[in-house]
């Protein structure tokens, strides 16, 4: 199984591409996810649509908005409003999780690996064959 973040933008106008991904693939829509981080005293989130691996080829991808949004404890964000509702109007619970930021990290490959073990270990995707 091949497993990859595909980073489509930091949650401005691309947020919405993020729910239209969400709402035209209900039908292989695992999770919605809610990746809290902070850094340089700015506590932001990047939210995460995860697919079912297709079938035929074992390809799952999880589609990511890095690190744009406001974190919503810290700041009201109508985009973080428009994915609660997004996930409401599919029936899916929005997964929060508190991550390093991937500035910690010496590039994304190694960020998104980061994340890779931490959905693995909550068993949010499945474990690589």
């Known amino acids: 199984m091949i497993q990859r973040f595909i ?3 930091e949650g401005y106008s691309d947020l919405y ?7 035209s693939n209900q039908h292989r ?13 700015r506590a932001m989130t990047s939210l995460v649509v ?3 691996p297709t079938s035929p080829g074992d390809f799952q991808p999880l589609y990511i908005c890095r690190e744009g949004i406001p974190h919503p404890e ?6 973080f409003n428009l994915f609660l509702q997004a996930a409401k109007a599919l029936n899916k619970e929005i997964i929060q ?33």
């Open 17 to 23: 591409e993020l729910m239209e991904i969400a709402k």
């Open 97 to 129: 999780l508190e991550v390093k930021h991937s500035k910690n990290f010496a590039e994304p490959a190694l960020y998104y690996q980061y994340l890779m073990g931490i959905l693995r270990l909550h068993h949010y995707i499945p474990p690589l064959n």
């Open 74 to 79: 810290h700041s009201a964000s109508q985009r």
């Open 29 to 41: 829509l695992t999770h919605m996810l809610a990746l809290h981080t902070a850094a340089e005293d």
């Open 50 to 52: 995860i697919l079912a």
């Open 7 to 9: 980073e489509l933008g």
